[in-house]
Protein backbone atom coordinates (compact mmCIF):
# COMPACT_ATOMS: atom_id res chain seq x y z
CA UNK A 1 0.00 0.00 0.00
CA UNK A 2 1.21 3.38 -0.63
CA UNK A 3 -0.28 6.99 -0.04
CA UNK A 4 -0.64 8.98 -3.07
CA UNK A 5 0.23 12.81 -1.41
CA UNK A 6 0.64 13.76 2.15
CA UNK A 7 -3.10 15.37 2.17
CA UNK A 8 -4.64 11.76 1.20
CA UNK A 9 -6.76 9.85 3.75
CA UNK A 10 -6.91 6.79 1.53
CA UNK A 11 -3.94 4.32 0.36
CA UNK A 12 -4.02 2.26 -3.60
CA UNK A 13 -2.50 -1.28 -3.79
CA UNK A 14 0.77 -1.45 -5.30
CA UNK A 15 -0.52 -2.60 -8.36
CA UNK A 16 -2.41 0.45 -9.08
CA UNK A 17 -0.69 3.25 -10.99
CA UNK A 18 -1.36 6.85 -9.47
CA UNK A 19 -2.67 7.51 -13.40
CA UNK A 20 -5.36 4.55 -12.64
CA UNK A 21 -6.41 6.96 -9.87
CA UNK A 22 -6.13 10.45 -11.19
CA UNK A 23 -7.41 9.75 -14.79
CA UNK A 24 -10.77 7.83 -14.47
CA UNK A 25 -11.89 5.84 -17.46
CA UNK A 26 -14.33 7.01 -19.78
CA UNK A 27 -18.24 5.96 -19.23
CA UNK A 28 -20.71 6.67 -21.25
CA UNK A 29 -23.94 7.24 -19.85
CA UNK A 30 -26.68 5.49 -21.64
CA UNK A 31 -29.68 4.66 -19.38
CA UNK A 32 -32.95 4.61 -21.62
CA UNK A 33 -35.79 4.80 -19.85
CA UNK A 34 -39.44 3.86 -20.71
CA UNK A 35 -41.79 5.56 -22.21
CA UNK A 36 -44.08 5.06 -18.96
CA UNK A 37 -41.34 6.41 -16.73
CA UNK A 38 -40.73 9.28 -18.70
CA UNK A 39 -44.21 10.27 -18.19
CA UNK A 40 -43.81 9.97 -14.79
CA UNK A 41 -41.01 11.52 -14.47
CA UNK A 42 -41.88 14.91 -15.25
CA UNK A 43 -45.69 14.45 -14.01
CA UNK A 44 -44.06 13.96 -10.45
CA UNK A 45 -41.84 16.31 -10.72
CA UNK A 46 -42.07 19.56 -7.82
CA UNK A 47 -41.18 21.39 -11.25
CA UNK A 48 -45.05 20.85 -12.88
CA UNK A 49 -45.99 22.68 -10.04
CA UNK A 50 -43.93 25.92 -10.59
CA UNK A 51 -45.95 28.77 -12.61
CA UNK A 52 -44.21 29.90 -15.81
CA UNK A 53 -43.33 33.23 -14.03
CA UNK A 54 -41.02 31.42 -11.25
CA UNK A 55 -39.26 29.33 -14.38
CA UNK A 56 -38.63 32.40 -16.39
CA UNK A 57 -36.86 33.86 -13.07
CA UNK A 58 -35.09 30.80 -13.01
CA UNK A 59 -33.82 30.35 -16.49
CA UNK A 60 -33.01 34.13 -16.64
CA UNK A 61 -30.21 33.22 -14.45
CA UNK A 62 -28.93 30.54 -16.57
CA UNK A 63 -26.32 30.45 -19.24
CA UNK A 64 -27.13 30.68 -23.27
CA UNK A 65 -25.40 27.05 -23.42
CA UNK A 66 -28.29 26.12 -20.07
CA UNK A 67 -30.71 27.14 -21.72
CA UNK A 68 -30.30 25.29 -24.89
CA UNK A 69 -30.08 21.97 -22.91
CA UNK A 70 -33.25 23.30 -20.63
CA UNK A 71 -35.37 23.75 -23.97
CA UNK A 72 -34.61 19.96 -24.80
CA UNK A 73 -36.16 18.88 -21.64
CA UNK A 74 -39.86 19.06 -21.95
CA UNK A 75 -42.35 21.20 -24.46
CA UNK A 76 -43.03 23.65 -20.93
CA UNK A 77 -39.58 24.01 -20.64
CA UNK A 78 -39.29 24.87 -24.10
CA UNK A 79 -42.10 27.10 -24.57
CA UNK A 80 -40.44 29.02 -21.43
CA UNK A 81 -37.29 29.47 -22.64
CA UNK A 82 -38.60 31.05 -26.27
CA UNK A 83 -39.92 33.93 -24.15
CA UNK A 84 -38.55 37.58 -24.56
CA UNK A 85 -38.14 37.69 -21.11
CA UNK A 86 -35.87 34.59 -20.50
CA UNK A 87 -33.74 36.59 -23.30
CA UNK A 88 -33.59 40.12 -22.61
CA UNK A 89 -30.62 40.27 -20.13
CA UNK A 90 -28.48 38.39 -22.38
CA UNK A 91 -29.20 40.35 -25.74
CA UNK A 92 -29.89 43.53 -26.39
CA UNK A 93 -31.88 44.18 -29.68
CA UNK A 94 -30.33 46.07 -32.52
CA UNK A 95 -31.61 49.29 -33.61
CA UNK A 96 -32.49 49.71 -37.29
Same mark, same amino acid.
Given at each position: ? /? ?6 ? $? /? ?17 ? /????? $? ?9 ? $? #? ?6 ? @???? #??? @? ?8 ? @????? #?????? /? ?13
Amino acid at each position: M /QKLCKHCT $Y /QIEEETSVADVLVPPVITW /QHIWP $YTERQDALANS $Y #FRCLPNEI @LIQI #FRI @LSVHDLGNVA @LVCRT #FKMVTD /QNEVWSKKYTPVSS
